[in-house]
């Protein structure tokens, strides 16, 4: 039975082939589609590694084949692979966002207040005396 958000068996298939095989050495691997599921499942729900249900085995071995994975470049070869050939058939768009993050507006545009000015007068000085004199704002 597949879950809400688990991998289909089509979603599975051209994937398993790129996963690392066990090389014969010490306890066979859990199941590769189990791990991945529960990496799935936390990293659509943002839980800690120890809150992902018992159903995918125990914490400590997503973690570590989650962290194996990723230090010795199987997450970008997989992801690499998947954009490449979906993308070689049409299934791939790309999209740019731009936020407010990137495209700052300018201080003032937020309300800021102007350095100098105070509800409609302007705080003026003298350039040869240095002094301030309070008179209407000139524009």
Request: charged share 35%; proline share 6%; glycine share 10%.
């Amino acid at each position: 039975m597949v879950r809400r958000g688990e991998l289909t068996d089509k979603a599975w298939a051209p994937i398993e082939p790129l996963l690392p095989s066990t090389d014969g050495r010490g306890r066979p691997w859990r199941d590769h589609r189990e791990v991945v599921n529960g990496i799935l499942w936390r990293r659509r729900t943002g839980a800690p590694w120890r809150d992902i249900p018992e159903r995918y085995g125990p914490w400590q071995t997503r973690y570590e084949r989650f962290k194996r994975w990723d230090e010795d470049g199987t997450w970008a070869r997989l992801l690499e692979e998947m954009q490449v050939k979906d993308d070689s058939i049409g299934q791939v768009e790309f999209t740019v966002s731009i936020d407010s993050t990137i495209a700052r507006a300018h201080q003032y545009a937020a309300g800021a207040r102007i350095r100098g000015t105070t509800a409609g007068r302007s705080i003026r000085s003298n350039r040869k005396t240095g002094r301030r004199s309070d008179g209407p704002a000139a524009d």
